[in-house]
């Protein structure tokens, strides 16, 4: 009984680690002029979404993906985002690797060695669905590059360049030049019905 509180107190402080992606801001978008960007947790969710139905789409394993791209950033919980800028000059990679693994030490063992498997397969972009998370993830950038753009941040538009050249899956490539078209004010027009 002592060990299964021991490890369900483990499970919550992870729990409340995560929590901390609520309050974390996404740092680049402050290189353009954006005083409250969106925080890592709003990018690990819209970025899950999307890994899930490119996974779909190219009939890859959902669920890891799905793994892969919720769980990226979760290292940011300790030591934040850092802008490209910043990386320049430290080597937060090496950083990243090391958090994450303290990070999971705390989770029971099955958990963490499924944990350990997706983030060593996504940091060495070893397969597909690797790939795929990583197309999640840009594309989670450049939807919401455009998305300020549109809102008054012309600056933004620096963060959707990567999508001509990064981008690996087909379905990633689709909704990459679909999305250089699509206008972010008016997804919500058609579902609204205005009267007199």
Not at 162 to 190: E, I, M
Request: proline residues 3%; contains cysteine.
């Amino acid at each position: 009984m002592k060990k299964n509180k021991q490890t369900a107190g483990k499970i919550i402080d992870f729990l409340a680690e995560a929590g901390q992606l609520k309050r974390v801001k996404r740092s680049g978008w402050w290189v353009v002029g954006i005083k409250d960007p969106e925080s890592v947790a709003d990018h690990c969710f819209r970025c899950a979404v999307i890994g899930y139905i490119l996974a779909k789409m190219e009939k890859a394993d959902a669920c890891k993906v799905l793994l892969m791209a919720l769980f990226n950033d979760i290292h940011e919980a300790r030591i934040n985002d850092l802008h490209k800028l910043g990386h320049r000059y430290i080597d937060f990679k090496q950083a990243e690797k090391r958090v994450y693994k303290e990070q999971v030490e705390l989770l029971p063992a099955p958990v963490r060695k499924e944990f350990s498997g997706v983030r060593d397969e996504y940091d060495r972009q070893a397969s597909r669905e690797a790939k795929i998370a990583r197309d999640a993830d840009i594309l989670e950038c450049i939807l919401q590059a455009k998305e300020y753009c549109e809102f008054g941040y012309p600056q933004a538009k620096t963060f959707m360049a990567p999508g001509r050249t990064f981008l690996y899956s087909p379905s990633a490539k689709l909704l990459y030049r679909q999305l250089r078209n699509w206008d972010s004010r008016k997804w919500w027009l058609h579902l609204t019905k205005f009267e007199r």
